[in-house]
């Protein structure tokens, strides 16, 4: 398993409904995305409407890397 970059510095998302640190996975699928990797809500999924279970959050690693990055440059223009 090869981890390169800043990853672990990089900040984990908190998924909205549970406060919980996401999970990062990686798409499997063959497709445009395959590779791609996403933040989804640590739990497992389960019955619809049940607050323990899976709420179904999801963001793409690059999209949170953007929005890190513009919350930087705003805050250094500040
Ligand atoms: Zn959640």
Known sequence: MVSRGCQSTLQVPLCPAHR??????TVKKAGP????????CPRAEGPAGQRESN???????????AQLKRKAASEAKA
């Open 33 to 40: 995305n395959k590779g791609r990797q996403f933040y989804t």
């Open 20 to 25: 919980e640190r996401c999970h990062l996975r």
């Open 55 to 65: 709420c179904g959050y999801f963001q793409w690693q690059s999209d949170r890397i």
